[in-house]
């Protein structure tokens, strides 16, 4: 008992001569009176910037997941290939004649020469991606096979250089809406009038529009058959997306 009352009155000692020190209880009332004090306005304007950065990620997550849910491919399909004369080929695919392409991609063949391939027989075109790196590999897994931004073209086994994945713009969604009412077939729509003042023409518009049937060997190929009732059971037309 005496030895535990000299230890108490020895750190009271010890305590009472440390009264020169400032306590730690001096240095407190910066941090305890700071969530009192309202923020600064530079601080103000940074949580709300990033409170709208976030909303806005949120929001755009939400409408990429819906138009994915909405635009989702079934096994029918709507293809349809078009371009100028003196143009590229676009290839699309929509699931149906309203929807917005939930495929769309510019190849660098011109649309004459496809033509001409198609003029005499079949067609295989194959479209081939790389799949990303190990660094990159759970963005790649979360990727679709038809969100691959570049490709590999190949057609009737012939390198035709590369395609990449378009946005649909106001020029390409015109085309889409002249062809809607058109089930199967091909043929040429009329120039549309260009220039300031609608005095020019621009460049016919080839087209050749069908349903392919859809077919997913994995999540890294799928392949899209025209179905021309005509054809005895040859596809005219195939399409094989690839990642290797």
């Given at each position: 008992?005496?030895?535990?009352?000299?230890?108490?009155?020895?750190?009271?000692?010890?305590?009472?001569?440390?009264?020169?020190?400032?306590?730690?209880?001096k240095a407190l009332p910066k941090t305890t009176?700071?969530?009192?004090?309202?923020?600064?306005?530079?601080?103000?304007?940074?949580?709300?910037?990033?409170t709208i950065a976030r909303f806005r990620?949120?929001?755009?997550?939400?409408?990429?997941?819906?138009?994915?849910?909405?635009?989702?491919?079934g096994p029918r399909v709507v293809g349809t290939l078009f371009g100028?004369?003196?143009?590229?080929?676009?290839?699309?695919?929509?699931?149906?004649?309203?929807?917005?392409?939930t495929f769309l991609i510019e190849l660098q063949t011109p649309i004459s020469n496809l033509v001409k391939e198609m003029a005499s027989g079949l067609v295989r075109i194959a479209l081939e991606c790389d799949k990303q790196e190990d660094k990159t590999k759970k963005l790649s897994n979360s990727r679709r096979l038809l969100e691959e931004p570049i490709w590999r073209t190949y057609c009737n086994g012939k390198k035709c250089g590369f395609a990449m994945k378009r946005e649909c713009g106001e020029k390409e969604w015109r085309v889409l809406k002249a062809v809607e009412p058109i089930s199967m077939g091909?043929?040429?729509?009329?120039?549309?009038?260009?220039?300031a003042c609608k005095d020019e023409e621009g460049d016919e518009i080839m087209y050749m529009r069908a349903?392919?049937?859809?077919?997913?060997?994995?999540?890294?190929?799928?392949?899209?058959?025209?179905?021309?009732?005509?054809?005895?059971?040859?596809?005219?037309?195939s399409v094989y997306l690839l990642r290797v």
């Open positions: 008992m005496a030895k535990t009352s000299m230890h108490f009155h020895w750190s009271n000692k010890v305590s009472n001569e440390d009264q020169d020190v400032p306590p730690p209880s009176t700071n969530p009192t004090q309202p923020p600064s306005p530079l601080t103000r304007k940074k949580l709300q910037a990033v990620s949120v929001l755009t997550n939400l409408n990429k997941n819906r138009t994915n849910l909405l635009n989702t491919l100028s004369r003196q143009g590229h080929v676009y290839l699309t695919f929509q699931k149906d004649p309203t929807s917005q392409p091909a043929g040429v729509l009329p120039p549309e009038k260009i220039g349903k392919f049937e859809r077919v997913m060997g994995s999540r890294d190929s799928e392949a899209f058959y025209m179905m021309n009732p005509d054809s005895n059971g040859a596809h005219e037309l």
